[in-house]
């Protein structure tokens, strides 16, 4: 095997401060692992919504202003070179409120045959 044929693009990179911890049971089923890249322009809001699963985010242009009960206040801001872990069900917004668009690295950890995102809040812990 040639070595030096093989070459490897760090896309984007964000800092967490505290230990990461990802688990998600896809039972039988197994897991579905989906990388995305992101772009929201300024003023655009994904809608409040769901995971089943969960997901690591990593900024990687512009500010992510994130909407959650589970933040102190409502709301936390996330700016180029942060990075976010979220949890399964909770509900939650992102809008870009900053003047540039707002780009975003998304990988997705969602359990086999659930979708992605859920907009029916019903299906998500509130």
């Not at 997901?55 to 959650?68: K, R, S």
């Amino acid at each position: 095997m040639k070595r030096d044929t093989i070459r490897a693009l760090d896309i984007v990179e964000g800092r967490q401060d505290e230990p990461i911890e990802l688990a998600v049971d896809g039972g039988a089923d197994g897991v579905k692992v989906t990388h995305r890249r992101i772009t929201l322009a300024p003023g655009v809001g994904t809608g409040r919504h769901c995971h089943h699963g969960q997901l690591l985010v990593v900024v990687e242009q512009g500010e992510l202003t994130h909407y959650a009960d589970a933040y102190h206040g409502g709301v936390h801001v996330y700016r180029a070179g942060d990075s976010v872990v979220e949890d399964p069900r909770y509900v939650h917004e992102t809008v870009n409120e900053g003047s540039e668009g707002l780009v975003v690295m998304v990988t997705h950890f969602t359990p086999e045959g659930m979708p992605t995102e859920e907009t029916d809040l019903a299906k998500c812990e509130q």
